[in-house]
Nanobody
Framework: QVQLVESGGGLVQAGGSLRLSCATS????????MGWFRQAPGKERDFVAA????????SYADSVEGRFTISRDNAKNTVYLQMNSLKPEDTAVYYC?????????????????WGQGTQVTVSS
């Protein structure tokens, strides 16, 4: 079992930055690929970014490419999402997710473990 708790959300002006953190518990964090998703009001949950076991591979949604950076610190059982040049369109609840992987890659399937989410609001 894996439990995830997000933090770091808040209210920022357009062009500002936030760093989200996802603290995890469980014995196999280093064998889980991690992802960030977001859900805006009235919309479906969308993929934002993902990172493999070691951090050697990352993936980003086109909408955040070049602005967001996903990273992980396996010694701290924590994954991060650095968000720069924030836009009002980035306003959403951001969720951390985990998916077990047999190899150090980006999973193509579903993420079975989810955090409770943290609110990010970007004002114009």
């Amino acid at each position: 079992q894996v439990q995830l708790v997000e933090s770091g959300g808040g209210l920022v002006q357009a062009g500002g930055s936030l760093r989200l953190s996802c603290a995890t518990s469980g014995r196999t964090f280093s064998r889980y690929a991690m992802g960030w998703f977001r859900q805006a009001p009235g919309k479906e949950r969308d993929f934002v970014a993902a990172i493999s076991w070691s951090g050697s591979s990352t993936s980003y949604a086109d909408s955040v490419e070049g602005r967001f950076t996903i990273s992980r610190d396996n010694a701290k059982n924590t994954v991060y999402l650095q968000m720069n040049s924030l836009k009002p369109e980035d306003t959403a609840v951001y969720y951390c997710a985990a998916s077990y992987s047999n190899y150090d890659d980006i999973p193509g399937g579903k993420y079975p473990y989810w955090g409770q989410g943290t609110q990010v609001t970007v004002s114009s």
